[in-house]
Nanobody, 117 residues
Framework: VWLMESGGGLVQSGGSLRLSCAAS????????MGWFRRTTGTQREWVAT???????EYADSVKGRFTIARDNAKNTVTLQMNSLKPEDTGIYYC????????????WGPGTQVTVSA
């Protein structure tokens, strides 16, 4: 199952963006899905995770501003990002951990988010 992100772009500080991660197959093939990001000068940083049945986890840096959700009918996981800050600028990657446990984590190619001051 492959993953593909969309929804990145340029937004002013305080604005909002909604990222989507489309899976080529059913989301039920994943036990958990989420987002990482690579900001300027940093390693990849975990952002949020949604795991079965619908447990939500967020990095402290985005808690209260970002919301992760899944739409099983559309095979899509979304990341609603509000109150964006310049330090949120980076490449956002979607990931999925297979339910079987026999395969490696799947990653999307990433989508660029740029927040201007």
């Amino acid at each position: 199952v492959w993953l593909m992100e969309s929804g990145g772009g340029l937004v002013q500080s305080g604005g909002s963006l909604r990222l989507s991660c489309a899976a080529s197959g059913s989301l039920y093939s994943f036990k958990s899905m989420g987002w990482f990001r690579r900001t300027t000068g940093t390693q990849r940083e975990w952002v949020a995770t949604i795991s079965r049945p619908d447990n939500l986890e967020y990095a402290d840096s985005v808690k209260g501003r970002f919301t992760i959700a899944r739409d099983n009918a559309k095979n899509t996981v979304t990341l609603q990002m509000n109150s964006l800050k310049p330090e949120d600028t980076g490449i956002y990657y979607c990931y999925g951990d297979p339910a079987s446990g026999a395969s490696a984590r799947s990653w999307g190619p990433g989508t660029q988010v740029t927040v201007s001051a």
